[in-house]
């Protein structure tokens, strides 16, 4: 009989490291290789061969006995030891037979750098579709096709076709353009810039972004993470994988594509849309990635990044001995979006006794050309230390009274504050080169030029602005009205049932009412005699619109009259409209107050991305939309604090700020309403695109004067329907029940969980923390704000956390009492589970129906396998298991591993 071990392993545990033959293999076969001078397949066995990575390489091609003077064989079939990497490069034709030949034989990871596929058309694609229907028969991952290779300088590998190898580093790179990986090759070896990895995506049939983000985040050697990117295949992996990394480490991105036409070229490039360039920015933002707009900041920012404190906020200081450099620092700052510091009054009051009398008593602060050492110094601590500033940029020009390489020297010995970056620019050429090197030892990066220094702490800045979105607790939702999707659906459905594909302006406008959205009063009238009356019931003055299914914008048609101040005029208006447009497209008309409250008129709506799916637009509205183009956009879902950052992108946000008339506008009901949208658009996915343009937002007033929404066809199958890229709170595993008396709820845990969740380790036991974790977890590491908000602010679909709640016994406050969570382990179809009951719940009975939920979860979500890892001594969690159906293994010297089989093993 097998033992419990063996059939375990019949089970196929999950490779925790799915993409280790790729990056580290222990055997190489080159498929084409070749003896032929020049050719690819000689480069790449000259490469593998010249850097030594451990391991052994097999030339594969029948028409060579020897390539290089190494044994060729004919077949992959015919190697005599099984391999964990083929590099493939012969004609495109030929791959799919190829890839099946290497999943026969059980090769676990190829790259394909043979070209002729998407980017050649249709035959290109169906040879890419071949590709990867061969892989998945088994579990061999494939980078490519159209790859230039990957380099792992940290064990030598390289398995490219370039001409040299890149130095060890702290940065991984990942290109989809391998002509880009040949010129920052080129480039790093001059500037001594080394990786940790170093590779080219390609068209990424099968391993895409996600797929190594999340290698990369998990390996040690890589310090950031730096990606020239053309398009986006899979976007939910790539966000999902970018959210988790980004949290541990810099992501810094240079999207290509941003233009039409360079868009264009990119589709034509890797065979891909490249998506709209507003919404990629809306999804690096909410991923915490950094977006740079040119390849000498993408390796700037890595290195900045990773010897600077980030800084707090957009205000910088700035202190020269040279006036222009200031005015020119200045400039550059503004212009890229951050603000000069405002100087304190102590921060003056001590610069007084410094500077001379006649300097400027603000920002940029110049010491002036005759400064000493002693007085630029002193300066500097002065500045750094101005507790309204974020950051410190210190200027240099050679200057007779001062040397630049004692004033380097002198640098390193300041007190200079540990949380503000502190950046350099020394701008006299050879004369500076030694301060350089000073201050590049000393963690303090230097820049040759003012606008080039600005730029980097405004991207330090952006970056900060990014990953606050994901490290922001949102306050808790107020108790918001119950949306009516019942509603909605039906108006939905009655147009589609009707052929619609519009709703007309009081059908959307009823949708909106559904959802809580404020709208004006408006009613249909579909003859003379209804308008005449609706009229008189609403008040003058009125507005008359065309009520219309086909109409979408009135008022460029002439389909809206405005002022209406009595029934003469309202009569007049009708006829108007009716003669103007021909009876299919006029079906009556609406009639509405006229709104004379003072305000703002914005546009909010929704679209839909053919890559990120439902988004969110928000903007200065009325009638010059088009020509203003102040708007943004955001990935749905949103909640409050979202809805605050989308605005935040605009200049309108910047006028409702200050008010309108010295009276304040609030921003919690406009927040609110763009939640509220953002939620109708996913619970009712058959919408295509809604238009509320104007949103009145004043004082004391937010209201949809106009509305237009869309519909998919009638016809499009509900399997077609667009899908959010970012998995919304998935309600449907909220359950209200009574454990033992106790009334309870099981939900997925929320951001704003995170104060509770505070309190729920308060009050955990050291025992209960040391059987959770395995190891001693100090309480003030669990309750850090960023611990915390990475284990409230999760990705739905790949981790889900289940906590349960109940009403405190004495305060009546809600209580988290118990944590449950299933951590998906990437690249496989399993799950890694783990609970937690606090103390004072524990023997209620609570453990066991937390972990049958999970299990159900599970099951739900199609799951294989829901893993654990479970100390000997905690036995009443081995007991539970073994009652649940859980499988237990315990090797010599290791932990028990618990493991439920979801479904049968094939």
């Known amino acids: 009989m097998a033992s419990e071990a063996e059939r375990i392993e019949e089970w196929r545990l999950p490779e925790r490291e799915p993409l280790r033959p790729l990056f580290a293999p222990r055997s190489v076969a080159v498929i084409g290789a070749s003896d032929r001078p020049e050719s690819i397949g000689r480069i790449l066995v000259q490469n593998l061969i010249s850097s030594p990575f451990g391991g052994t390489v097999y030339p594969v091609n029948p028409k060579y006995r020897n390539v290089l003077g190494i044994h060729a064989y004919p077949t992959v079939a015919a190697l005599p030891d099984p391999v964990d990497l083929a590099v493939i490069a012969t004609r495109a034709t030929t791959v799919p037979d190829i890839v099946r030949e290497c999943v026969d034989a059980g090769v676990k990871a190829a790259v394909i750098i043979s070209s002729g596929f998407r980017e050649t058309g249709d035959a290109g694609r169906a040879l890419e579709a071949r590709i990867l229907a061969e892989a998945r028969r088994g579990p061999m991952r494939v980078l490519g096709p159209n790859s230039f290779g990957i380099m792992n300088p940290v064990s030598g590998l390289n398995a490219t076709f370039a001409h040299a190898m890149v130095r060890p580093g702290p940065v991984g790179f990942i290109s989809q353009s391998g002509a880009l990986n040949m010129a920052v090759l080129d480039w790093s070896l001059r500037a001594n810039v080394g990786f940790s990895a170093f590779l080219c995506a390609g068209s990424m049939t099968d391993i895409g972004w996600g797929d190594l983000i999340d290698h990369l985040g998990n390996d040690l050697r890589t310090r950031s993470i730096v990606v020239y990117m053309e398009s986006i295949d899979d976007a939910r992996s790539f966000l999902s994988a970018a959210r988790r990394v980004s949290l541990k480490k810099p992501i810094i991105i240079l999207k290509g594509g941003e233009t039409e036409a360079a868009a264009r070229a990119a589709a034509s490039h890797v065979g891909a849309l490249a998506g709209s360039d507003q919404v990629f920015e809306a999804a690096f933002r909410r991923s915490g990635v950094l977006r740079v707009r040119d390849i000498e900041s993408l390796f700037r920012m890595a290195e900045v990044l990773g010897v600077q404190p980030r800084p707090k906020g957009p205000r910088l200081t700035i202190l020269t001995n040279a006036g222009g450099l200031g005015i020119l620092a200045t400039d550059a700052l503004l212009n890229v979006g951050a603000e000069l510091a405002p100087l304190s009054g102590e921060t003056i009051e001590a610069l007084n006794a410094v500077l001379p009398p006649h300097w400027s008593h603000s920002n940029p602060i110049n010491v002036y050309s005759d400064a000493d050492l002693d007085r630029y110094a002193r300066t500097i601590e002065i500045a750094a230390n101005n507790p309204e500033s974020d950051g410190l940029l210190l200027m240099l020009t050679p200057q007779a009274m001062i040397d630049p390489t004692q004033t380097a020297e002198r640098l390193k010995t300041l007190k200079l504050p540990k949380d503000k970056p502190i950046l350099a620019c020394l701008m006299g050429g050879v004369a500076l080169a030694t301060s350089e090197a000073i201050l590049k030892q000393a963690g303090i990066p230097t820049f040759p030029y003012p606008d080039i220094a600005a730029r980097v702490f405004y991207y330090m800045w952006r970056y900060t602005y990014n990953l606050r979105g994901l490290y922001e607790t ?433």
Do not use: W
């Open 474 to 906: 949102p306050a808790p939702a107020p108790e918001d009205e119950a949306p009516d999707p019942a509603a909605a659906a039906t108006i939905i459905a009655t147009a589609h049932g009707e052929g619609r594909m519009q709703l007309t302006e009081a059908e959307s406008k009823a949708v909106l009412a559904a959802y809580g959205i404020p709208v004006v009063e408006t009613r249909v009238a579909e003859t003379e005699e209804e308008a005449v009356a609706a009229a008189a019931a609403i008040g003058y003055p009125v507005a008359l619109k065309v009520l219309s299914d086909t109409v979408v914008h009135k008022s460029e048609r002439g389909g809206v009259k405005l002022h209406l101040s009595r029934e003469t005029e309202v009569r007049a208006a009708y006829r108007s409209l009716c003669r103007r447009f021909p009876e299919e497209d006029f079906l009556g008309v609406t009639v509405q107050p006229m709104v004379t409250a003072p305000g703002y008129e914005l546009i909010i709506g929704s679209t839909v991305d053919a890559q990120f799916g439902p988004v969110v637009l928000f903007g200065a509205g009325g009638s010059l939309v088009d020509v203003l183009r102040d708007r943004a956009v955001a990935l749905a879902p949103l909640n409050p604090s979202l809805a605050l950052r989308l605005m935040e992108q605009t200049r309108v946000f910047h006028a409702l700020r200050r008010g309108h008339a010295g009276r304040p506008i609030e921003m919690p009901p406009l927040q609110q309403a763009l939640t509220r949208l953002s939620r109708l658009i996913l619970d009712h996915p058959r919408i295509r695109d809604i238009d509320i343009n104007p949103m009145l937002a004043g004082p004391n007033v937010l209201m949809a004067l106009d509305a237009a929404i869309i519909l998919h066809h009638p016809a499009t199958p509900d399997a077609d329907l667009p899908k959010p890229v970012i998995r919304p709170y998935p309600r449907q595993y909220v359950t209200h029940e009574t454990v033992k008396g106790i009334p309870v709820t099981f939900r997925p845990i929320r951001p704003e969980d995170e104060p509770l969740m505070a309190a729920f380790h308060e009050a955990l036991s050291d025992d209960t923390v040391y059987y959770r974790f395995l190891v001693p977890v100090p309480l003030s590491v669990r309750v850090q704000h960023e611990t915390l908000a990475g284990v409230c602010s999760i990705d739905y679909s790949r981790d889900m956390g289940i906590v349960v709640e109940r009403a405190h016994p004495e305060t009546g406050a809600p209580e988290i009492v118990a944590v449950g969570r299933l951590n998906r382990v990437h690249g496989a179809n399993a799950a890694d589970f783990a609970l937690v009951v606090c103390d004072h719940c524990q023997g209620l009975g609570l453990g066991r129906a937390l972990l049958q939920r999970l299990i159900d979860i599970g099951r739900t979500e199609g799951l294989d396998q829901i893993i654990g890892t479970i100390l000997p001594e905690n036995r009443r969690m081995l007991d539970l298991c073994r009652k649940l159906g859980f499988r237990l293994i315990k090797r010599p010297g290791e932990e028990v591993t618990a493991v439920y089989q979801c479904k049968s093993p094939d």
